[in-house]
């Protein structure tokens, strides 16, 4: 999703991008530096249609998220694009990280009318009480249209029981301070080997990031409520690039809804 060092703002370019099917999510650079933008993806063979052009048509929200580096956002003229329903923006990252334009984003975008959410990019080598003080001494409850969402897509090379126990208190602590279950975003792939088949997530609604003009296919059939589609997104008031999502199936916006 968002986890990029803010001084390293253009994507990797040593990968091929014309066989691409998946998308694979890892981070740029070590932990340790400045993380806001967003991570590099590869391009996949063909970008997917969208086929609803307003947002609230049936099931189908589409939505953004965005963080530093989409620089200074217009959210007047980006609240009127059709395919901009919801924004999620980041708010911070592990233990002490904070994405320097959560504060103006989250304001422009609700002063202009955007059901709006914040996330945390969770890093599995950091205690999970010190980043749960980290985003919660900057995102206000008060001050949310949307669940949290946690953003899981690096393992910080430890154990695969010690991320899921991390998480999980993680998980705890969001859901005990919000009120509700937070959502949680994630790879195609990293879904496959990390969370299907793990019984304690089921209780988790996920976003899966596949770009692909076909939607994901989860192990065992897991369902999941969001689909992020391409990182290549081009709305209204918004310079660059953008990460798009939509909702799929049954699945609609008002799930998602914190109020």
């Given amino acids: 999703m968002i986890a990029s060092p803010a001084d390293a703002r253009k994507k990797k370019k040593n990968q091929k991008t014309a066989e691409t099917e998946y998308v694979e999510l890892e981070p740029d650079k070590p932990a340790n530096e400045y993380k806001a933008l967003p991570d590099s993806y590869h391009r996949p063979a063909k970008q997917p249609k969208i086929t609803n052009n307003i947002p609230f048509v049936g099931n189908y929200a589409h939505g953004i998220d965005v963080s530093h580096y989409q620089g200074s956002i217009n959210w007047s003229e980006t609240a009127k694009d059709p395919n901009v329903g919801f924004a999620y923006i980041k708010a911070t990252e592990?233990?002490?990280l904070v994405d320097d334009m959560y504060d103006y984003n989250l304001r422009e975008a609700r002063r202009c009318g955007v059901k709006t959410g914040s996330y945390h990019f969770?890093?599995?080598?950091?205690?999970?009480?010190?980043?749960?003080?980290?985003?919660?001494?900057?995102?206000?409850?008060?001050?949310?249209?949307l669940l949290p969402l946690i953003d899981v897509e690096v393992t910080g090379s430890?154990?695969?029981?010690?991320?899921?126990?991390?998480?999980?208190?993680?998980l705890r602590l969001v859901t005990n301070e919000y009120g509700k279950r937070p959502v949680i975003y994630t790879g195609r792939n990293f879904y496959n080997k990390y969370f299907a088949g793990y019984s304690a997530f089921k209780a988790y609604q996920f976003m899966i990031a596949q770009y692909t003009a076909d939607e994901p296919l989860l192990n065992g059939g897991d369902d999941f409520i969001m689909w992020q589609y391409t990182s290549h997104g081009r709305v209204k008031g918004i310079r660059g690039e953008v990460d798009q999502s939509r909702f799929r199936g049954r699945h609609s916006l008002s799930e998602i809804l914190y109020r």
């Avoid at 950091?126 to 980290?134: C, D, G, K, L, T």
């Avoid at 430890?158 to 993680?170: A, C, K, S």
């Fill in 94 to 96: 592990g233990t002490d």
């Fill in 122 to 145: 969770f890093r599995p080598n950091y205690s999970a009480e010190a980043q749960f003080r980290n985003f919660t001494r900057v995102v206000n409850r008060k001050n949310q249209d």
């Fill in 158 to 170: 430890v154990t695969i029981e010690t991320m899921h126990t991390r998480l999980l208190e993680f």
